[in-house]
T-cell receptor, first 111, second 113 residues
Framework: DQQVKQNSPSLSVQEGRISILNCDYTNSMFDYFLWYKKYPAEGPTFLISISSIKDKNEDGRFTVFLNKSAKHLSLHIVPSQPGDSAVYFC??????????FGAGTTVTVRA | DAGVTQSPTHLIKTRGQQVTLRCSPK?????VSWYQQALGQGPQFIFQYYEEEERQRGNFPDRFSGHQFPNYSSELNVNALLLGDSALYLC????????????FGQGTRLTVV
């Protein structure tokens, strides 16, 4: 039962432009959402998170937006940099327990 | 400060064999969770250990078992390996019971032939 979905397996963006990654979820009880970044041969590293009581959280070049009515969240990266090329995972949690992950979106930033 | 360390990094096993993967949590962390990441998919929760007990379990068969030691390190055991068990196995550690502030290790790549 895939409760978190990332429907775009890949995204290519030019350096300096905005990257927008999307994520949908089905369980309305999720109360915390996270984005992770993963380079090859490394484990996922935490990027940014948002509580279900908020609709936006910003950290430097990264902003996460949450639309609870649509059960949708997005990650904006602006401006995109070559080092941002990686796989990005959306994850959700209920009561701070296990994480439910999406399948990931591979971002390629072109010079 | 060492982060989460996993061993081995790569492993090849034959169908039907048993395997043990190891994880040392980040210093100060007492909770360890294990995730399986199959090719092209996101990590799937296997189980979580806290205070040496399994606290939560995902939808994995009993062939998957684990253990947490008094020093908080953990092992993941898989019996009667199937080809479908080939995956990247990730260990995550945190302080307390939740994974929302967990740190992940680099993973163990298991290949079953």
């Amino acid at each position: 039962d895939q409760q978190v979905k990332q429907n775009s397996p890949s995204l290519s963006v030019q350096e300096g432009r905005i990257s927008i990654l999307n994520c949908d979820y089905t369980n309305s009880m999720f109360d915390y959402f996270l984005w992770y970044k993963k380079y090859p041969a490394e484990g996922p590293t935490f990027l940014i998170s948002i509580s279900s009581i908020k609709d936006k959280n910003e950290d430097g070049r990264f902003t996460v937006f949450l639309n609870k009515s649509a059960k949708h969240l997005s990650l904006h990266i602006v401006p995109s940099q070559p080092g941002d090329s990686a796989v990005y995972f959306c994850a959700a949690s209920l009561n701070d327990y296990k994480l439910s992950f999406g399948a990931g979106t591979t971002v390629t930033v072109r010079a | 400060d060492a982060g989460v360390t996993q061993s081995p990094t790569h492993l090849i096993k034959t169908r039907g064999q048993q395997v043990t993967l190891r994880c040392s949590p980040k210093s100060g962390h007492d909770t360890v969770s294990w995730y399986q990441q199959a090719l092209g998919q996101g990590p799937q929760f296997i189980f979580q250990y806290y205070e040496e007990e399994e606290r939560q379990r995902g939808n994995f068969p009993d062939r998957f078992s684990g253990h947490q030691f008094p020093n908080y390190s953990s092992e993941l055991n898989v019996n009667a390996l199937l080809l479908g068990d080939s995956a990247l196995y990730l260990c995550a550690s945190s302080l307390g019971q939740g994974d929302t502030e967990a740190f992940f290790g680099q993973g163990t790549r298991l290949t079953v032939v």
